[in-house]
T-cell receptor, first 114, second 115 residues
Framework: DVKVTQSSRYLVKRTGEKVFLECVQDMDHENMFWYRQDPGLGLRLIYF???????EKGDIPEGYSVSREKKERFSLILESASTNQTSMYLC?????????????FGPGTRLTVL | AQSVTQLDSQVPVFEEAPVELRCNYS??????LFWYVQYPNQGLQLLLKYLSGSTLVKGINGFEAEFNKSQTSFHLRKPSVHISDTAEYFC?????????????FGTGTRLTIIP
């Protein structure tokens, strides 16, 4: 069974803090993704990575950065958290190739920025 | 660019009744289509996907979806729902290019089963 784990289920931070969200997958997937999920907006892609040290911007990268130093781990960084970054953050991973491949999701991290 | 529209944000249905969740997409090129389900306090999991071939696709938990190219739709159906089907359902589209891994999601439909 593919497993995607996220470091925290719930996180509360203060405005201006630096926040790290960690994601680990155990299936040797090449691709990893970070989404944020907001009511009425569905899932929006923040960043994705198709290989170690490689990254590409998604649809809403502003205010975020990412790091992928190892194949199994993909980190989302909020350099200076703001209240409008309060959201559910979902990590996903998949194999590369034909585009058929299913994305497997972690359970999510609900981040509140006060 | 491709887009996905899920017109119904909430759908209440009585237990054992049939349900249809609507999804329409927009794209100028060929696409792959997916339905994902999110149970309360969980991540998303794949229900079914359409890649090519037969337009009727069967998925897990008794769900099926039909691809209609002329209407650019991929509606999800189940003939008889159960309380355990209460969840949020997301339609997603991916451009059918080799190496393209990006999914575009709809805004989701919250299915509530009434006992």
């Amino acid at each position: 069974d593919v497993k995607v784990t996220q470091s925290s289920r719930y996180l509360v931070k203060r405005t201006g803090e630096k926040v790290f969200l960690e994601c680990v997958q155990d299936m040797d997937h090449e691709n990893m993704f970070w989404y944020r999920q907001d009511p009425g907006l569905g899932l929006r892609l923040i960043y994705f990575s198709y290989d170690v040290k490689m990254k590409e911007k998604g649809d809403i990268p502003e205010g975020y950065s990412v790091s992928r130093e190892k194949k199994e781990r993909f980190s989302l960084i909020l350099e200076s958290a703001s209240t409008n970054q309060t959201s559910m953050y979902l990590c996903a991973s998949s194999f590369s190739g034909s585009g058929h491949n299913e994305q497997f999701f972690g359970p999510g991290t609900r981040l509140t920025v006060l | 660019a491709q887009s996905v529209t899920q017109l119904d944000s909430q759908v209440p249905v009585f237990e054992e009744a049939p349900v249809e969740l609507r999804c329409n997409y927009s794209s100028s090129v060929s696409v792959y289509l997916f339905w994902y389900v999110q149970y309360p306090n969980q991540g998303l999991q794949l229900l079914l996907k359409y890649l090519s071939g037969s337009t009727l696709v069967k998925g897990i938990n008794g769900f099926e979806a039909e691809f209609n190219k002329s209407q650019t739709s991929f509606h999800l159906r189940k003939p008889s729902v159960h309380i355990s089907d209460t969840a949020e359902y997301f339609c997603a589209v991916r451009v059918a290019n080799f190496g393209n891994e990006k999914l575009t999601f709809g805004t989701g439909t919250r299915l509530t089963i009434i006992p």
